[in-house]
């Protein structure tokens, strides 16, 4: 006696998506093959290409998350998590700055660095946050998306300002602060 399996369906992937998925693996394979060949700038390229089109399909899933969400409790969750990955990038330039802080030469400017890659991750981060905000229609989750907002601009401010005092200028950090500004984030 022999029982049949059912498979389960696959979920179906729109063309668009499945475009955005080869063009991140054919990125990556590419990108693998140059840095074993030691050829590092045509690898640093691919390897941008791919976190393109991960940070678009990261995107997409979260506009997804956020429409298909069963309840305004599921989409509070969902910001929930989504800011405290924010606050934590916004922790991490205060650390990153002492650090720099008691060092000199280059060690210092690779640690100013990964706190501009920092700066820059938040923007992403807060560039996902701004057009769930358009989209939520729940005034205490729109309220609770615009004071984390506020709070990172905040701390980005604070930055900035320690920077100068301490005589380590960031160009990326007066960037991004520029960016919250010319976005309506203060």
Wanted: hydrophobic share 40%.
């Amino acid at each position: 006696m022999s029982k049949k399996s059912k498979k389960k369906p696959r979920p179906k992937v729109s063309g668009a998506t499945r475009t955005l998925l080869k063009r991140f693996k054919d990125a990556v394979g590419e990108a693998d093959e140059h840095l074993e060949n030691e050829e590092f700038q045509q690898a640093m390229a691919l390897y941008y290409e791919a976190s393109q089109s991960a940070d678009e399909m990261c995107e997409r899933f979260l506009t997804l998350l956020m429409k298909t969400a069963p309840s305004p409790d599921y989409r509070t969750l969902l910001m929930e998590i989504l800011s405290w990955r924010l606050r934590y990038l916004t922790a991490q330039y205060d650390y990153h700055l002492a650090v720099a802080q008691t060092l000199t030469g280059l060690p210092r400017e690779e640690w100013v660095a990964r706190l501009e890659t920092l700066l820059v991750l938040s923007q992403t981060w807060v560039g996902k946050l701004l057009p769930i905000l358009t989209e939520v229609a729940d005034p205490k989750l729109v309220k609770r998306i615009r004071d984390l907002l506020v709070d990172w601009v905040s701390g980005i401010r604070s930055l900035v300002a320690k920077l100068k005092t301490w005589g380590m200028a960031s160009a990326q950090a007066s960037r991004v602060l520029e960016w919250a500004i010319d976005n309506g984030i203060e």
